[in-house]
């Protein structure tokens, strides 16, 4: 069976991102479909349904940290390793591979042991109320307990895709998309194990995915193989890792900082009406959102490896590839939620009142959407090309520079301060899209031409 791998530096360009990036959309969107339904699962217990989703959202904020970190070494070292690979140095992208694991497996202990000790006090901290605070702890420990699958999964299965294996890297979602949907009925409804059965099963679909994910990076199929010799940490590997992943840590663990600084506003200024349109608006940004990053995840490999051979008029045309499909993407989603905002507010909800609601705010709040499709695909373009400070530098500018203080201070300068907080997302998308756009432009040929070993000191 012929790979991708194989002619990542010699076969055509735009096939290639096609044989990449379909399989990391489908990933993407998989995973966010079973995420859905495990919620309207939840939602449909009997007599407890709405306590017990409210205290699964509540722990949605633990959930994004320990993806935050597992995203922190896999997006820090897959790319790392993609470069080496281009470079003709396998043995250092198995070292990179190796010490990813480990680190992995030290991140475990620490978070399993704060988590799990913390959690009724960060809970609270997170809206937990006395009603709803038993069904949040009692799926919270159970998932922190299986977070080493959760960890070992979303961290090491970026090396897949990093080698080309993108259905394989797709296949390990799926299986635990499948295996999920499947348990959490059984378990919920047929065993009477309610909250405690969803967790149960969420962990067990991560598990079987782990277990795939593990013998495929020590069997005879994969180039880079995981070896006992390089699991020992080399402090040089360790803070190139987290000096990439920092960026891509600080974009999903400020994810729930986002979530509350916005819930806080709205419900202030506009009251439940106002924090409900922004739950659905949240899903659909993610309808957005996550296609763009499958997108990006598997036009990743490509970058890097070709960056990493040298071969810099691939590394251009792979991404003006990325950029020109990313601001059509983003371009057609945004035609579409400003000319039928109410169909996709329909979609979550039959309330007259809370669609005609969320078709004003979507309106406003998608109105900058276009412009993600510049900004991320350069954003995730320099974590291709290995370039951690700036890309970590671009992560905080939109989130944490311009949105959150946006959100607390634009309602401060207009009458209408619903719409205030809303308007702060598109400013900050703008503004950010146009930063990171000129920065990329301005330093792409220049990256390319010191090459990735006089870039791995910046």
Not at 278 to 299: A, D, E, F, K
Not at 333 to 340: A, D, E, S, T
């Amino acid at each position: 069976m012929e790979h991708e791998k194989n002619n990542m530096g010699t076969g055509s360009v735009k096939k290639l991102f096609v044989q990449l990036a379909i399989p990391a959309v489908v990933a993407q969107v998989i995973n966010l479909l079973y995420n859905i339904v495990d919620r309207i699962y939840i939602g449909r217990i009997e007599g407890v349904g709405a306590s017990a989703l409210t205290g699964v959202g509540v722990f949605v904020p633990i959930m994004m940290l320990i993806t935050a970190f597992a995203m922190l070494v896999g997006a820090g070292g897959a790319p790392r390793a993609a470069i080496a690979m281009g470079q003709g140095d396998n043995k250092a992208a198995e070292k990179i591979m190796g010490n990813c694991f480990s680190m992995l497996l030290v991140l475990t202990v620490v978070l399993t042991i704060v988590f799990y000790a913390a959690a009724p006090t960060l809970l609270s901290w997170f809206g937990a109320s006395e009603a709803t605070l038993p069904y949040a702890l009692e799926y919270g420990r159970i998932y922190v307990l299986g977070s080493v699958f959760v960890l070992m999964v979303m961290g090491m299965n970026m090396f897949i895709t990093a080698q080309g294996f993108a259905k394989f890297s797709m296949l390990t979602t799926v299986i635990g998309a499948v295996i999920n949907i499947i348990l959490d009925p059984i378990l919920i409804f047929g065993f009477k194990m309610g909250v405690a059965g969803a967790a149960i099963a969420t962990i067990f679909s991560q598990a079987v995915s782990a277990i795939w994910v593990l013998r495929f990076l020590v069997g005879n199929k994969t180039t880079l193989k995981l070896r006992k010799e390089n699991l020992p940490l080399d402090m040089k590997v360790v803070s190139q890792v987290l000096g990439l992943g920092v960026s891509t840590f600080v974009m999903i663990s400020t994810e729930s900082l986002l979530a509350i600084s916005f819930n806080s506003s709205l419900a202030r200024y506009g009251g439940d009406i106002a924090v409900g349109a922004m739950t659905i608006i949240t899903s659909i940004t993610q309808l957005v959102n996550m296609p763009l990053t499958g997108m990006c995840q598997g036009c990743q490999p490509l970058i890097s490896y070709n960056y990493g051979a040298g071969l810099k008029d691939r590394v251009k045309e792979a991404f003006r590839t990325l950029f020109t499909v990313g601001v059509i993407y983003a371009t057609v989603f945004w035609v579409m939620l400003m000319f039928i905002p109410q169909f996709f507010a329909g979609i979550f909800t039959p309330d007259v009142e809370l669609i005609a609601y969320t078709t004003w705010a979507l309106r406003i709040y998608m109105l900058g959407i276009f412009s993600v499709g510049f900004q991320v695909t350069c954003q995730q373009s320099f974590m291709a090309l290995g370039q951690a400070k700036i890309s970590l530098l671009l992560a905080c500018l939109r989130k944490i520079i311009l949105l959150i203080p946006l959100i607390f201070i634009l309602p401060l300068f207009m009458q209408n301060k619903v719409f205030g907080v809303f308007v702060a997302e598109p400013v900050s998308d703008i503004i950010a899209a146009i930063v990171t756009t000129a920065m990329f432009f301005k330093n792409f040929n220049k990256i390319l031409d010191n090459g990735p070993s006089q870039n791995a000191k910046a």
